[in-house]
């Protein structure tokens, strides 16, 4: 671990320091805010909040090619198998509870089967987080899911905003890189710059306004209303659409099909693309069967997996409380009123 | 003056009667302005009920899941759903009859009217506010919004923070209706075509790499397509996320299905899901502007439905949703029309 401060008249430096990374900056276009590799920007704009596309699809990308197969005079099939470049890249303005979110598809796509896809591309990725200063969104929760404004879960450096210089936090080998291919910009802290850094991660602390309470109580309450209509009546305006999952930063589920580009010679290829519980045909079964045939069963299954399943999975929310799917949902399901309401179900 | 309470009193005796089966309007999310779909079911939950310039959302897309709910069911209840709609949604409401999606006792139509104002656009809204929250957003006397920031009463007018589609409404009055709360009042909708004016002055090819760099940001959510009134198919060729399976499905069936479109969310399969949309909406969208409002990238569908609305108008004289005994645009010719490949 190790503590700079760099100023921000020095940070476009520092950016243009990093040639041999592809280095991501959030840049604003009129959809809101998204990480961006066009190389004009050399600074994280003053009212940055989150992008709205979060990081993970420059670890976990909506598609992703396995091989191409094509057949050959002799009917064979001739398969190339297609894996991600190995090339290094650096994602500025990542907030803590993207950071998090990263962190728990660490879980997902490793463990016992490491995926490889994923970790060639996790493992060059260098994440630089940036603690809030103001809650990003006004549905921010990430204090009641274990998270907080200033976590360092997942990242490898964190960079605290204190006006005219940034503290900076390297937490990995690979972010004591990122400071030493410009080692000259950084200076060492004082105890003034500690000192104004724990007051602005108090002070954010303070900012958030919304808060999930009793969340470590809600796995076993989802348990005990598993069968009951509850679940009806809050998923009676879903509208089936994937925003919830889709921009959720955990969210990781996929869809595996073989794409055929010509029938003769036969040519495609196999590409795994993310997938939603949202969408009706999720778990639909070839026979016709769909284990979750409606909105109660799917809304459910959201809920389920981040506050119950991945608990006793990995014994952590698979939701980092960033609201997302609150602000986005066209018709208003709030995850916060919808746990509140589950856990006094019946009480 | 729409009355709240009138609205409330109406729902109340179609649920007391039991002459509809629930009633969907709209209440506010949490303690805040902003709305959603209510589903009330009994009548002492009328109370939840709200009317506001926040009530963008086209209930009539709720229509499809009742109507999926009867099918599966073995002996469902037939009762008509209540709904609250306003002139665009109840302009929806004729074309599904049209098309005979519906018959006209499925529904029970609460008709509100827009009078001089309509819904707002939020952006809009935040502009104008330049930063300050808002509290409430209500409709205020003749063609103003009143929204209440820190306790005060900011009066607004409302073509400064309207949804481009009410500027450019033709009907803020329900052309279909049981019940209908509210004044009608002419109004002089103006271009009707002034959101797509600019666009139409592109050249093609300007026009190709506009829509080419919208489509590449696309998610294919869908959510533009599950927000649809008009989009109820049951499998969607334009869509590779549902497949009409069935146990008769056989297994011949379920191996030869195409996909016209795949998954991968590149380019080619982006525009191909748009457009495939936008001409199936041809004489069938009433511009709710629901798919552009929902969709969490702010791709500027609007343009596209719009701009086939009006090639439906010049070409065909044909206008979407006024009339429900009229057929649909793709199912009907006139005998003076200008080609002559039709006699």
Redesign the interface.
């Given at each position: 671990m190790m503590e700079k401060t760099i100023l921000k008249s020095s940070f476009p430096q520092w950016i243009k320091s990093l040639q041999s990374f592809k280095v991501f900056i959030p840049k604003r276009e009129?959809?809101?805010w998204e990480l961006s590799s066009n190389n004009q920007i050399l600074e994280i704009a003053s009212d940055y909040t989150y992008p709205?596309?979060p990081p993970k699809k420059l670890i976990f990308p909506?598609?992703e090619i396995f091989f191409e197969f094509e057949q050959n005079p002799d009917n064979g099939i001739e398969l190339k198998e297609v894996l991600p470049e190995e090339s290094p890249q650096v994602i500025f303005g990542v907030r803590p509870c993207d950071g998090r979110a990263v962190e728990a598809m660490d879980l997902v796509f490793g463990g016992s089967f490491e995926d490889l896809y994923y970790w060639r591309r996790r493992r060059q990725t260098t994440l630089v987080g940036l603690a809030c200063h103001q809650p990003p969104s006004e549905n921010c929760f990430c204090l009641s899911v274990e998270g907080s404004p200033y976590s360092e879960d997942g990242l490898d450096i964190l960079l605290t905003d204190l006006g005219d210089r940034y503290f900076v936090k390297a937490l990995t080998e690979k972010g004591e890189k990122l400071l030493s291919e410009a080692p000259s910009l950084f200076k060492e802290i004082t105890p003034k710059d500690r000192e104004e850094k724990e007051r602005v991660h108090l002070e954010a602390q303070g900012k958030i306004k919304r808060h999930l309470n009793g969340a470590r109580e809600l796995p076993e309450k989802i348990k005990a209303i598993f069968d009951s209509n509850f679940w009806d009546?809050e998923s009676?305006?879903c509208?089936?659409?994937?925003?919830c999952t889709?921009?959720c930063p955990t969210c990781h589920c996929f869809?595996i099909?073989d794409?055929t580009k010509s029938l003769a010679p036969l040519r495609g290829r196999r590409?795994r693309?993310w997938?939603?519980c949202q969408?009706?045909?999720f778990t639909?079964h070839?026979?016709?069967?769909n284990p979750r045939?409606d909105?109660a069963s799917r809304l459910r299954q959201r809920l389920a997996h981040k506050f119950l399943y991945f608990i006793l999975l990995y014994d952590r929310f698979q939701c980092v409380g960033c609201g997302r799917c609150i602000s986005?949902c066209?018709?208003?399901?709030?995850i916060i009123?919808v746990l509140t309401r589950a856990r006094n179900h019946g009480k | 003056m729409v009355s709240l309470d009138q609205l409330k009193e109406e729902v109340k005796k179609a649920l007391s009667s039991g002459k509809v089966k629930y009633f969907i309007g709209y209440e506010n999310i949490g303690s805040g302005w902003q709305v959603r779909p209510a589903f009330i079911r009994q009548p002492e939950d009328v109370d939840r009920l709200v009317w506001t310039p926040a009530c963008f959302h086209n209930l009539v897309r709720f229509l499809h899941d009742e109507k999926r709910r009867r099918a599966r069911e073995k002996n469902p209840d037939i009762r008509p759903v209540g709904l609250v709609v306003k002139g665009c949604d109840s302009r929806s409401i004729n074309v599904l009859l049209q098309e005979k999606y519906i018959e006209r006792n499925d529904v029970y139509i609460i008709g509100v009217s827009c009078e001089l104002t309509g819904v707002i656009n939020i952006t809009k809204l935040n502009q104008h506010l330049n930063g300050l929250k808002p509290q409430k957003v209500l409709f205020g006397s003749k063609g103003t919004f009143k929204v209440i920031v820190d306790d005060r009463e900011i009066e607004i007018e409302a073509p400064d923070i309207l949804a481009d589609r009410c500027l450019e409404c033709p009907a803020n009055f329900p052309v279909i209706a049981d019940v209908i709360l509210g004044e009608e009042i002419k109004r002089n909708p103006g271009n009707r075509y002034q959101s797509i004016s600019a666009y139409e002055k592109m050249a093609l090819d300007e026009r190709w790499s506009f829509w080419q760099q919208q489509f590449s940001r696309c998610l294919r959510c869908y959510a533009c397509r599950s927000v649809c009134p008009m989009c109820y198919c049951d499998e969607c060729v334009a869509d590779s996320i549902a497949y009409a399976v069935t146990a008769e499905t056989t297994a011949d069936e379920k191996a030869q299905k195409t996909r016209w479109v795949e998954r991968n969310p590149e380019l080619s399969e982006n525009i191909f899901y748009h457009l495939v949309r936008a001409i199936h909406l041809a004489g069938r969208c009433v511009d709710c502007g629901e798919c552009e409002r929902v969709c969490p990238v702010e791709i500027p569908l609007r343009l596209l439905n719009k701009k086939m609305e009006k090639e439906a108008k010049e070409l065909f004289g044909y206008e979407v949703g006024f009339d429900p005994a009229q057929p649909p645009l793709i199912a009907c010719f006139r005998d003076n029309d200008p080609q002559d490949f039709i006699r």
């Open positions: 009129n959809f809101g709205v596309v909506q598609e009546e009676s305006n509208l089936r659409c994937g925003i889709y921009l869809d099909n794409e590409i693309t997938d939603t969408f009706p045909d639909m070839s026979s016709g069967h045939p909105r986005l066209p018709v208003g399901i709030d009123e | -």
